[in-house]
């Protein structure tokens, strides 16, 4: 079975890493970087490509002697990756998050008869697959509340935040609006509002506020009240509204000294140096999943957490493992056929197929991530 991994940064390096592991496939990464393709080189037995994702047909050219693929580019790339992917006739498992709707393949994806299996990392990912879970064994689900963030270790002023991935991706969850579902209806809410402060034993105080990560949730749960909200230590949300408000985060150009350049652009080169995690830097996954309903007439409510730190033996970033290993574990389970869901697949349908989820679950563990269940 041959594999293709497109783009390999830290979650795609690991995702690849992972397969290599696997004497049965072949695996290959593609990316425009030709230093990111040689760090994954380095540290596991697979094959690079250069391959630019922006030019059209790239992508669809890049898959066609393979069996499946792996997307794991940038957010902005996303959707045309999918589209191309599928275009091309093959299954793939995807963590690239974009901001567009993939549903929209649906039809295409079930024309071609492939699994698309998308927004497969940690959050979105997990998290829908542990929602679709829960709900699954209860007879009706009330409601679901994610809590969910990536933070360093050691906190350093301004910002006491890093990030393993494309700034851009970030910026763009305290931009667009986030919705939720209230009493049965999808309510639109600002970004970054709504902040509580939470605990979390052994982390301490983190403060939740509104994202748009419920996605693909708000079509296909029944559930009357859904919320998603990001986690960030305490005062990262005022910082990041007073920047937003400012026009930091502007995607219109102004000129500055006779030259064009659009505000977001310049800010995510100014924040990156001082958000990107440092070689050896440690840092930690921190998530609840909570869902609440009602069994043979009680009320019933299931809660997962999660707390994953660097993996020092590895030199492997905690965001990295649970994102990566996610995607890994049911890309491998799509190669093999267990795992055949026609059409884009959203994770939470994972959640509602038991067998794949224990799966899933005891392979997470066996990588040194675990969800731990509390019933109550």
């Not at 494309?166 to 919705?179: C, Q, V």
């Amino acid at each position: 079975m041959k594999i293709i991994v497109l783009g390999c940064g830290l979650v795609g390096g690991v995702i690849a890493k992972d397969l290599a592991a696997d004497g049965n496939l072949e695996v290959t990464v593609a990316d425009r970087s030709r230093e990111a393709i040689d760090r994954v080189l380095r540290q596991a037995p697979v094959r690079g490509e250069i391959v630019d994702f922006s030019k059209p047909g790239a992508v669809r050219d890049a898959v066609s002697d393979f069996d499946m693929a792996v997307g794991a580019v940038p957010g902005f790339l996303g959707y045309n990756m999918l589209k191309e992917v599928i275009e091309a006739g093959k299954n793939i498992v995807d963590i690239s998050f974009a901001p567009e709707d993939s549903m929209q393949l649906d039809s295409l994806a079930k024309q071609k008869e492939v699994t698309v299996l998308v927004d497969c990392g940690v959050a979105p990912g997990m998290s829908n697959i542990l929602a679709g879970y829960a709900a699954s064994l209860m007879d009706e689900a009330e409601s679901c509340e994610i809590l969910v963030g990536g933070l360093p270790v050691e906190r350093y002023w301004p910002y006491e935040y890093r990030i393993v991935f494309s700034p851009l991706d970030t910026i763009d969850e305290y931009i667009r609006p986030a919705r939720v579902m209230e009493n049965g209806r999808i309510v639109e809410k600002e970004a970054l509002s709504e902040v509580e402060l939470v605990d979390f034993p052994g982390i301490g105080t983190l403060e939740a506020f509104n994202t748009d990560g419920l996605r693909t949730l708000l079509k296909t749960m029944k559930i009357p009240n859904m919320k998603e909200k990001t986690l960030r230590y305490p005062g990262h949300a005022e910082k990041m509204r007073m920047l937003r408000e400012t026009g930091f985060f502007g995607s219109e150009p102004v000129e500055v000294g006779g030259v064009k350049v659009r505000p977001i652009d310049l800010t995510a080169r100014l924040l990156f140096p001082m958000w990107k995690l440092k070689e050896g830097e440690k840092e930690f996954t921190v998530m609840r999943v909570t869902v609440k309903g009602k069994k043979d007439g009680r009320e019933i409510k299931y809660t997962y957490n999660l707390v994953d730190y660097f993996d020092e033996r590895t030199n492997t970033t905690s965001m990295a493992r649970t994102t990566g290993f996610t995607c890994s574990i049911m890309a491998r389970l799509v190669a093999k056929g267990q795992f055949t869901h026609k059409g884009v697949c959203p994770p939470e349908f994972v959640g509602q197929n038991h067998e794949v989820f224990k799966i899933l679950l005891e392979e997470l563990r066996k990588r040194g991530v675990i969800y731990k269940e509390t019933i109550s």
